[in-house]
């Protein structure tokens, strides 16, 4: 059983719009993030958020088109895409850990304990 399940990826046009989901079914986490990965490319943060406080980080390739969002009930967590651009196409992952504290280098993908197995998202010009 998947414990870290993604969802919502797609293809859109630029511009277009997905909401990407992640859905939790059993860890105790309290950070929960987004990376992607395009062809040929490393793996690159987009955006995390602490689960207790609703604390937020951003990369700045996705700040203002980009929201990251959580259930905190069921350590769950959203990521709204607006304004998609060609550049943002790639495999979507979702991870989680279970370090408690907040903290500016939640965006390095060393820090998360577990992944999920990621959603394509295609933006096509």
């Known amino acids: 059983l998947e414990k870290l399940v993604e969802s919502g990826g797609g293809s859109v046009q630029t511009g277009g719009s997905l909401r990407l989901s992640c859905v939790n079914n059993?860890?105790?986490?309290?950070?929960m993030a987004w990376f992607r990965q395009a062809p040929g490319k490393d793996r690159e943060a987009i955006a995390s958020?602490?689960?207790?406080?609703?604390?937020?980080l951003y990369a700045d390739s996705v700040k203002g088109r980009f929201a990251i969002s959580r259930d905190k009930a069921k350590a769950s967590a959203f990521l709204q895409m607006d304004n998609l651009k060609p550049e943002d196409c790639g495999v979507y992952y979702c991870?989680?850990?279970?370090?408690?504290?907040?903290?500016?280098?939640?965006?390095?993908?060393?820090?998360?304990?577990?992944w999920g197995q990621g959603t394509q998202v295609t933006v096509s010009e």
């Open positions: 991870a989680a850990t279970r370090d408690p504290q907040f903290a500016a280098s939640d965006l390095l993908a060393e820090k998360y304990d577990f």
């Open positions: 958020i602490h689960i207790p406080t609703g604390r937020m």
């Open positions: 059993g860890y105790t986490v309290y950070k």
